[in-house]
């Protein structure tokens, strides 16, 4: 996907104008996190590295294309592709007409193709398909309790990703967006969110952007670290989770 300015950026210039000082000490915050929790958690990259390879063959790192915001000027913000990493979930070279045929009916609420990718769904859980073959057993249990998305830290390092902010889109979403949706990307996407804390993938797509607008609105160092108190509830809870 080319870079290009995002479309819709004039809905949200109001939201990312005069920021200068909030988005550089974002950063400095993002990467002594980042440092920090990486040293801290040393241990469990390892053990978690060790049981990907022992219950499925493959890397133990996925490396996925992402779209992410990158900041030109005070209000205008433009489409990029960057790597995002995570521990790999799924069994090696996994079709991803599975994932692309779910997230077109989830941003278009097609409630019926929904229905069929996920019949048993009950209110509150993932609008995910179920008993997704592609995802291992190790995998399974890495999603569930959000382990997976670790590996982004190194994202955050190299100054891809956020620790706080909407989640980075696949192409393939983007390609389905509205203007209003494009809005969401008018930030440093993040390892967690406003819309994750709130119901993760529970939540349909027009809740999903309204959160992630409605963190743009209220973005503060203070709401940040709310965010990430938040976080870890959300995570323990498995709401919305696989």
């Not at 990907?52 to 209000?75: C, K, T, Y």
């Not at 743009?216 to 809870?237: E, I, N, Y």
Request: charged content about 25%.
């Amino acid at each position: 996907m080319s870079t290009g300015i995002i479309p819709g950026v004039h809905e949200v210039r109001r939201h990312t104008a005069d920021r200068r000082a909030y988005f550089a000490g974002k950063r400095v915050f993002d990467v002594a996190v980042a440092a920090v929790v990486l040293l801290v958690l040393l241990p469990v990259f390892f053990v978690v590295a060790v049981w990907i390879r022992v219950d499925s063959r493959g890397p133990v790192i996925f490396r996925q294309q992402r779209i992410r915001g990158r900041r030109r000027d005070a209000g205008t913000w433009e489409l990029e592709q960057f790597t995002l990493f995570k521990f790999r979930t799924m069994v090696p070279d996994a079709d991803p007409a599975l994932h692309r045929e779910y997230i077109t009916a989830y941003i278009r609420s097609d409630t019926s193709r929904l229905a069929a990718l996920r019949p048993d769904r009950r209110d509150g859980e993932s609008f995910r398909p179920g008993c997704d073959p592609r995802v291992t057993r190790a995998g399974r249990i890495l999603r569930a309790l959000s382990i997976d998305e670790l590996p982004q830290l190194f994202n955050v390092l190299k100054g891809d990703m956020s620790i706080v902010g909407p989640r980075p889109p696949l192409a393939y979403e983007v390609e389905l967006y509205s203007p209003r949706d494009y809005a969401r990307l008018a930030t440093p996407q993040g390892i967690t969110g406003w819309a994750q804390v709130k119901g993760r993938c529970a939540v349909g797509f027009e809740d999903l952007v309204q959160r992630d607008l409605e963190y743009l609105d209220r973005q503060s160092f203070g709401f940040d670290l709310k965010v990430m108190f938040l976080t870890v509830p959300a995570v323990l809870s498995r709401k919305g989770a696989d």
